[in-house]
């Protein structure tokens, strides 16, 4: 039988929204992979009350817990203890961990203030997962069939605890395995998606078939549920095949992270570069690109050019080209892409120059006008996209993701 | 007495982990603007059962239910369904609705499918709201006292209809206010910050003090709670001063959104520029301090050197300095910061050049070691930074923070 998990996280900040709970996402993630199905997120204040009450409602429901949350040295911090009276289970000292905290601060240089030690607390015949990102251990136990995991609210630390200790006390649980693949689409909406695919996806129970839309772009995931890898592997090959014959004209990879690193790799095995030169971007398109581990072996580098003085300066677009079309136009657009080229000596360069508001120009484009142009070795190439009167960020991401895709169409020769 | 909410969201693909619930943040901020406690996040999966046992626990337990997500075109969006069931309405066509839809779609010059109409269908005498960012309207009702508030999942259709909608609902409802500052904090961590207060924090409930850790920096709001919005705000201005007598010394700024947003109101104030020279960081302080809209008034742009060439050609770094020191170095920060300083003609550069992982670089410098420059008209400062082994991301958001803070300090005139 499939396990079953709520998540829930305990911290006023997310119920005022300082924080957002980046930690259920990431663990619903993990616990996918594992088969284990998430029916719940629920988040709770620092309230002993209204946390006891989550945890006896969780566990009727499900028989996995996991708590993100309330583990830290301040006097809000109320995971452990309520945790403890719910289940009925002592929170005591853990020597080895007093231990160990005093010589995080030791090596730190700082001296453990009082409020600190209550970290070396957990309840008592648990394991103990190590804090390698901070000083707020984690533990799990069982009780009435009941897996309770705590694991600290800040997301590295949430992060790092699963993988070196939460991870493997789950997989030690789990029989079934879920696998999938996921299909990302570019260019492409949700709904139309669902109905090119929709007798399939009706059709399809396992493996099965599920759209889902992401900021600016939409995923199919295609899952399959078996006895092992290799059983579950060989469902979702024909599945996936079927699925790319339909809808593979938009797909710009399977099971890769996004645009960007798309092209890195189709980059990386041509032995090719790439530079961008960056206008209403403002060094986007440069920082998606370098968050891509190892994108050095591709990325030059580039210019943001948010002046025309730097436009004309540094990437040398002619002074006479602004002047008669405006910093936001095509021969611009152009003539920033192959500047940048030229300036860096890189086989490729992206530019991006628009409008990304919240006003107009000085000219009166509107503001989501955006002019994005790829310089190849087989010549230069220039689109015109208006993305609407969306936010700032919104135009700014879609600019990046329109760029990426037109290089990665180059890389992979495609229109 | 004051209003409770529960927000539940709904969508498999949250709790998969495809996409994060960030629709709860936006609304918990805004809530709490509105002085409605927000108590409960929950999530639930496309899955009628179980959404309707938590719509039936809602309304137990608060006045406010709002939920998100499920009100598209596609099969699985069964909010509104459900939610008719649980509150004993009808789901009836809207002929307006149908009519705008209608008109929406031939505006996009796009067929509308069939499964598109489902939209146009709300509960009986709600009251709608459009939806201007997409084809999903959301809607409220009363129902034995318990407001019930629908909006859409994609967070930019879900934000402003809240802002042109559901806010406007939920004000007719309210007459507590609740005002806040919030302090923002760098280079002092939030364990710290509570110890020094923790005498003024247990003492203070109304107006109350609460520190809250962010990634990388922390930050306290102090919180009034009153009639009306002046006598809030006088409450609030004697539990500030005590604050920032005790922890000014580390307060970038009280009320504003981020360093980069301080950092170019400075830059306006004084009339002056910034440039950036970006190594490691790729383009994170370009795409953080352009994030800031108006800041093309003191930003003029930048360069990414992610290679030693465009470290040499374009911001002109000697190449004996790179060849002696090592793109990692103290002096070829230096070198970037006037260099692009030079370039441009900017009154302020920063610079950044260091190892973001996940490897040591090729001179066998240490994951997270960062050197940072600005130069100024004052002169050029410089700074080496080890922020140990962490993950990409953290350290060039570390890198950028610390970046930031040190031009801050130098504009204000600080140390």
Redesign the interface.
Known sequence: MAHTAELI?VG???????????D?????????ELGID????????DNPR?LRE?LE?ARTRVDIIITTGGL?????DLTKQTICETFGRRNVLHPDLEVWLRGVFAQRGRPM?A??LAQAYLPENCTVFQNH?GTAPGCAFCEDGVHVLMLPG???ECALMFETGAEQYLRNLSHDVIRSHTLRIYGKG??DV??LLRTRIEKMSNPSV??????DEC?L?VTAKAGSDSEAEAMLRPAVDEVMAIVGEWVYGIDVENLESVCVTLLKERGATLA?A?S????????????V?G??AA?????????N??KN??LHVPQALLDEHGAVSEPVAVAMAEGVRA???SDYALSVTGVA??DKDDRGNDVGLVYIALAAPNGTVSKECRFGK?????IRQQAANTAFDMLRRNLQALS
């Open positions: 996280a006023t900040e997310i119920l005022l929204g300082n924080i957002s709970n980046t259920a996402q990431m663990l619903s993630e993990r616990l996918a998430v029916l719940y997120h629920t988040v709770v204040g209204r989550a409602l830290g040295p301040t006097y809000d203030t409020n600190n990102n800040p997301p590295h949700e709904s669902e109905m599920a759209p889902y839309a992401k900021p995923m995931r961008v960056e209403c971007t403002g060094g986007l398109l440069a920082k998606r690109v370098t968050d581990p994108a050095s990325f030059v580098g580039g210019v943001v050019s948010y002046t003085g730097v300066q540094v300036l860096t000596g508001g919240p969306r936010t700032r960020e919104h």
